[in-house]
């Protein structure tokens, strides 16, 4: 089993900026793609970004691309999600998410995800 615990969410003015993490424990030595999803209230779940253990491959979702980073420091068992130039359609909850196999986009690929944590972009 692999855990997950997401942190670093909160409310940000439109423009700002917010860095996610997500820390994994447990048989990480499983664990190879990792990613970020997010839910808006009354909308499904919906891919963020992803990458892989070397961090060689990586995927954006169209509507983060040049704002977002996503990064991983394997030492630390962590993935960082970097946010930029926020937006008030980027607030929802954020989850991480972890699979055995390569980087992919869908939320029916990952098999361990984390509780989530809040984005609130609003002035």
């Known amino acids: 089993q692999v855990q997950l615990v997401e942190s670093g969410g909160g409310l940000v003015q439109p423009g700002g900026s917010l860095r996610l993490s997500c820390a994994a424990s447990?048989?990480?030595?499983?664990?190879?793609?990792m990613g970020w999803f997010r839910q808006a209230p009354g909308k499904a779940r919906e891919f963020v970004a992803a990458i892989s253990r070397s961090g060689i491959s990586i995927q954006y979702a169209d509507s983060v691309k040049g704002r977002f980073t996503i990064s991983r420091d394997n030492a630390k068992n962590t993935v960082y999600l970097e946010m930029n130039s926020l937006k008030p359609d980027d607030t929802a909850v954020y989850y991480c998410?972890?699979?055995?196999?390569?980087?992919?986009?869908?939320?029916?690929?990952?098999?361990?995800w984390g509780q989530g944590t809040q984005v609130t972009v609003s002035s």
């Open positions: 998410a972890a699979r055995a196999g390569p980087v992919a986009v869908t939320t029916t690929s990952y098999n361990y």
């Open positions: 447990g048989s990480i030595f499983s664990i190879n793609a």
